[in-house]
């Protein structure tokens, strides 16, 4: 499909890059509005939304009752109270992950508050359960203050095995990371960061294979600033890329050293540079990284990076450049974007269902940075495997080789639970913060691909 479109957007006629973008934008606009009429049709069928809470246990007779409430249940409190470890065991708690959100950064919508942004929460907690399986509920807090909003996640820990936040805008979303992280026993994980982090760096590193480059001195330029950038940015160091090769931009342009406005964590990647602007900086770059906005990039920019360069244009609804226009400018081009209806999606359902499930299954207090590598580098190893048939199936006009156009799994992949759960398990292990350590991983894997095997049928 994608050389197709590449072919057409060599073959079209242009008077201008603008206007072929709105032109291709509206198009795009127009597809969209069918879809959005369903997904309205999809959210309002009885029962309305998208998730509903079952019993897990019989309730069927008297004794079913006396066992899951009163009087048995007593006994499960009294075995928790004298050791409250045994919640993982005697409760859901080892399961189950908050989902928290205060609405004010839902992706490609801006700042629409938590009750318009529980649709989106929902549907997070439905792709927790459909690809690994773990329980998960939406808590839409009317709150906006960081130290505030971190606190009541700071309270809600004893219920929970972990908190995934979600859709709070930037700086406030790394203050509220890190105060919660700070006074709590689970993992809590921005996934806007860091699962977008994990994506890019598994996709990064075949485009990189697929290149003959390395990330050691791959030259990477990163459109935009904020909270996913930023997450990005740190697993690519984590990773092995090195600062002096980095260059960021945000609205204000490059971000040097001589710039008074910058925010600790952009801060922390001005660079002693003299490119002032998205086209200085690209000029001989190997990598593009846009987490920012339609349109930034263009042809010409691209014409001006190395050979074969690497686009990663994930603004989303709208990239930062069509991957037909990016692929026009530059032969050999390995392009990524945020829409499902490319090759190379970067999509976080990659990560966050598979990392929590580690997570919780090991007893992590927290998700490292060798967490987070590990997850990556195991997405994208599967990626390099030979595809299941079941995932063929599901997207048969897909390619399925590794190479320019498939250099991520899909998210129905069913070896990406055991791949990546096992893989953060092992990590947390090795950076003691597993209370409950995964002694045979051979065994677990086995386990979770049978998971995933019974998944699909959700």
């Keep these: ?67 899951a409430y009163s009087p048995g249940v007593a006994a499960a409190c009294r075995d928790i109270e004298a050791e409250p470890a045994a919640s993982r065991s005697l409760t859901n708690r080892a399961n189950l992950v908050a989902i928290v959100t205060n609405g004010t950064a839902v992706l490609g919508l801006g700042d629409i508050g938590p009750e318009a942004a529980k649709p989106v929460m929902e549907g997070k907690a439905a792709l927790f359960k459909r690809f690994a399986g773990v329980d998960a509920v939406d808590l839409c807090v009317s709150e906006t203050d960081p130290q505030k909003l971190a606190d009541i996640i700071v309270r809600l820990q004893s219920g929970f095995g972990g908190f995934n936040l979600e859709d709070i805008k930037a700086p406030e979303c790394f203050e509220v990371e890190r105060l919660a992280r700070e006074k709590t026993a689970v993992p809590v994980f921005h996934d806007d960061q860091h699962g977008t982090g994990v994506c890019v760096l598994a996709g990064m590193l075949n485009a990189l294979e697929l290149t003959d480059r390395d990330l050691r001195s791959a030259k990477i330029v990163v459109s935009g600033a904020g909270a996913a950038a930023i997450a990005c940015l740190d697993l690519l160091t984590a990773g092995g890329a090195r600062l002096q090769n980095i260059l960021v931009v945000d609205s204000k342009g490059v971000l040097h050293r001589a710039r008074k406005d910058l925010t600790p964590q952009k801060k922390q990647y001005a660079a002693k540079t003299k490119a002032r602007s998205l086209a200085d900086a690209l000029k001989g770059a190997d990598v593009f990284l846009g987490v920012s906005r339609r349109g930034l990039l263009t042809p010409e920019m691209v014409a001006s990076m190395a050979p074969r360069p690497i686009i990663f244009a994930l603004a989303n609804p709208e990239p930062e450049i069509w991957p037909e226009d990016a692929a026009a400018a530059a032969e050999g081009a390995v392009i990524a974007t945020g829409r499902s209806d490319y090759p ?112 699909r049928s959700l």
């Design 344 to 455: 190379n999606q970067v999509n976080n359902v990659l990560c966050f269902p598979f990392l929590f499930r580690g997570a919780l299954d090991c007893a992590a207090h927290t998700i490292t940075p060798g967490m987070t590598v590990a997850a990556a580098a195991a997405i994208g190893e599967v990626a390099r495997e030979d595809a299941p048939e079941s995932v063929r199936a599901a997207y048969p006009d897909e390619n399925f080789v590794f190479g320019p156009d498939y250099i991520l799994p899909k998210a129905f992949d069913p070896r990406l639970l055991p791949a990546v759960a096992s893989a953060v398990a092992e990590a947390a292990a090795k950076d003691g913060v597993a209370a409950e350590p995964i002694r045979d991983l051979n065994a677990y894997r086995a386990v979770l691909a049978g998971l995933a095997e019974r998944l």
């Design 1 to 67: 499909m994608l050389k197709s479109l590449f072919a057409f957007g060599k073959r079209r006629a242009r008077t201008s890059y603008a206007a072929l973008y709105e032109d291709r934008a509206a198009a795009k606009t127009a597809q969209s509005q069918s879809l959005d009429d369903a997904a309205r049709a999809y959210h309002r069928e009885a029962p309305a939304g998208k998730m509903e809470c079952r019993p897990t246990k019989p309730m069927q007779t008297q004794r079913d009752l006396s066992l």
